[in-house]
């Protein structure tokens, strides 16, 4: 099909062009890969269905929303890093005390980030085998939460990140490919007058309670904030604001396509529901998503159970050390993974950032009351309020 050939094409042009040296070998795109991967990794798998389900018709103008405060917060992160630059001397005591809170917020982030993203490997690794449901999903992410702590605790995960950096590759060509068939879909749509335009099924407080719970697929480009041992304050500040610009015209894009194809019922909102979605976009498609799923998904729990591991050692200054972090994270995994479903993890992880976020924003106010610039001040106090309003009232899609 002509489709087919078209969405192949344009992932074969996405993988060439990010393999090109040029960009590859390009010191800013390096330092801008690992935010732009974790801000549309997982999340780009579960927040069409959900937008589009939940939202209707609105459902671009709420990730429009979603990708602003994110670069909000991350404009906080970026002033607390050039604070960090000038120096430990320019930071008061209340920095340095909210700076230890954010990294505890941080690990513990991650401690639910991992299980949201190794549910996410479960569900898709089923979805096309005659296995698939909840049970069989779950049994695989135990599995799966099995092997890293093993390969943690025996070898530490030095050996499993080429497949970090090889899995971004593979992850971007095919988000490009699935943009390239829902753009020439969309027109096919657009051109026969078949465009659907859904009204809202949530409203009111519970549609902004779920928008707060959904924040954390928009989430990722604070990993630019830890990569002070590889690269310099600027390059760090231009990488994060560079993925947050080129992730909200992405997921723009995307949601854009996506709002306005899908008859109410066509596809029934689950954690796989794009590959639903995408069946009946292009045959090729489903088989390709699953693959960026499992690669994704596998590369970024070991990513987040690395951060969160070495944190806790760090935090605790030796006394839990590494291998015992580790365990204590997948213990808390699997009992997430047996207790709650994927779209509840979701909204715990969403909570758990968003009090991250609160806390930076929190350091960032200290800072913008020691260059005496009241309206940054006054700004960051506000986003350390919607923060902590996220973390409390952030609910699950259903």
């Known amino acids: 099909m002509l489709i087919d050939a078209i969405i192949l094409a344009c992932g074969l042009a996405a993988a060439g062009l990010l393999l090109w040296p040029r960009l590859a070998g390009a010191r800013l795109w390096r330092a801008t890969v690992t935010p732009l991967a974790s801000i ?59 700076e230890t809170l954010a990294s505890w917020s941080l690990a513990f982030a991650y401690v639910i980030s991992v299980a949201y993203y190794l549910n996410l490997f479960g569900a898709f690794a089923v979805n096309l085998t005659p296995y698939a449901g909840d049970f ?96 310099d304050a600027p390059t760090r500040r231009a990488a994060m604001r560079i ?15 996506i709002a306005y194809l899908f008859a109410p019922g066509e596809a029934q909102l689950s954690e796989t529901a794009i590959i639903d979605m995408m069946r009946i976009v292009a045959p090729v498609l489903p088989g390709l998503l699953v693959a960026a799923a499992l690669a994704a998904q596998f590369s970024a729990a070991v990513a987040d159970t690395g951060g969160a591991g070495g944190l806790i050692t760090e935090l605790t200054r030796g006394r839990i050390p590494i291998r015992s972090a580790y365990a204590v994270l997948v213990g808390a995994g699997v ?17 758990a950032f968003a009090l991250y976020y609160a806390v930076q924003a929190a350091i960032a106010v200290f800072g913008a009351q020691a260059q005496r610039s009241r309206a940054r001040a006054a700004a960051y106090a506000g986003l350390a309020v919607l923060g902590l309003v996220m973390a409390i009232f952030g609910t699950p899609a259903e």
């Open 335 to 351: 009992a997430l993974t047996w207790a709650s479903d994927i779209f509840s993890i979701i909204a715990y992880a969403s909570r």
């Open 136 to 231: 069989a999903g779950r049994v695989v992410t135990t599995a799966v939460f099995g092997v890293i702590l093993a390969t943690g605790w025996t070898k530490g995960f030095h050996a499993l990140e080429r497949m970090e950096q090889v899995s971004v590759g593979i992850k971007l060509a095919i988000i490009a490919a699935m943009l390239a068939g829902l753009a020439f879909y969309f027109a096919q749509k657009l051109g026969d007058g078949g465009l659907v335009i859904d009204p809202p099924t949530l409203t009111g407080w519970p549609a902004v309670q779920l928008a707060f719970g959904l924040i954390v697929t928009v989430q990722g480009f604070e990993t630019a904030r830890y990569l002070g041992a590889e690269y």
């Open 243 to 257: 993925a947050q610009l080129l992730s909200t015209a992405i997921y723009l894009v995307y949601i854009g396509l």
């Open 40 to 98: 549309i990794g997982s999340g780009f798998l579960v927040l069409g269905p959900v937008l589009e389900h939940s939202y209707g018709l609105y459902a671009p103008l709420v990730m429009a929303l979603l990708c602003l405060a994110a670069y909000a917060f991350g404009d906080s992160i970026r002033f607390n890093i050039t604070r960090r630059m000038d120096g430990a001397g320019q930071r008061s005591p209340a920095e340095d005390r909210l």
